[in-house]
């Protein structure tokens, strides 16, 4: 067994809102520390500080549409799983994700690109993952949003 005495604080890493929500440990002995804000740390023996472990795409963080028989049972696995949000966090995220693509119609740039430019990228985004599309669909036209 292999003990960590660092003076390298995870607070450090870890936004100032956020709470602990889960603490794991691999078989190796590395831990896993789970945060309210859905990141999720390890802590590197080589580089000798924390490293986020972040398996999911900002688009799925977003929309959370992976079922979680989908994800690995390691302790990765465990932990994204316990993350899952509830319901009507999901229904806020996908109408933060409508309210970012009806802004993304408008004219104009972002950060120096098109914003139509952006707008064409986060629609493949979503159409390469049909349960994010299918929770995006417009109520009114039974289209896409976008």
Do not use: H
């Amino acid at each position: 067994m292999k003990a960590i005495l660092s003076r390298q604080s995870i607070a450090d890493c870890v936004a100032k809102d956020a709470n602990l929500t889960s603490i794991s440990v691999t078989p190796m002995g590395i831990p896993l520390l789970g945060f309210s804000t859905g990141t999720i740390f390890t802590f590197s023996l080589d580089m000798n500080c924390w490293q986020i472990v972040d398996s999911v795409t900002p688009l799925m963080k977003l929309c959370d549409s992976v079922d979680a028989e989908e994800l690995p049972d390691g302790p990765v696995g465990r932990l994204l799983k316990r993350r899952k949000r509830d319901e009507s966090s999901i229904t806020g995220s996908l109408s933060k994700l409508s309210d970012v693509l009806s802004d993304l119609k408008e004219q104009g740039y972002v950060c120096g690109t098109l914003r139509s430019a952006l707008r064409e990228d986060v629609e493949k985004i979503i159409a390469s993952d049909p349960v994010t599309s299918s929770l995006v669909k417009s109520k009114e036209t039974g289209g896409l949003v976008f």
